[in-house]
């Protein structure tokens, strides 16, 4: 684990791991990642979660610049939809970077 533990300190600060680390924020980054775009509803359904509790989790990200937020009407009804911006993809990246480097040192420890 001492090569993970220099690879976490380098490369995966503490407040990106606290913004992150939780279900609904790696959902909402994860679902991005793999989409180019989600509106609230698709998000919503997809990660099972309340209005406020989306509501919540994607502000903080977009406050982080991890997401881009577009709001508009389509008709007379509202519409947000959500988009990973280049930031957000990089930070995911370096988080599953990480979180592989735990599993193989887990999975080597492990085998000792």
Do not use: C, W
Request: glycine residues 8%; charged residues 30%.
């Amino acid at each position: 684990m001492s090569a993970v533990r220099g690879y976490v300190n380098d490369r995966v600060g503490d407040a990106f791991s606290r913004l992150v680390n939780g279900r609904v924020r790696l959902g909402i980054l994860s679902a991005l990642a793999v989409n180019e775009r989600l509106s609230f509803t698709e998000l919503k359904s997809l990660l099972a979660t309340s209005d406020g509790n989306l509501s919540v989790h994607a502000r903080k990200l977009e406050e982080a610049g991890y997401i881009a937020v577009e709001k508009r009407f389509k008709g007379r009804m509202p519409r947000t939809e959500y988009q990973l911006t280049g930031v957000g993809r990089a930070s995911l990246e370096r988080y599953l970077e990480h979180m592989e480097a735990l599993i193989a040192a887990t999975r080597t420890d492990s085998l000792e």
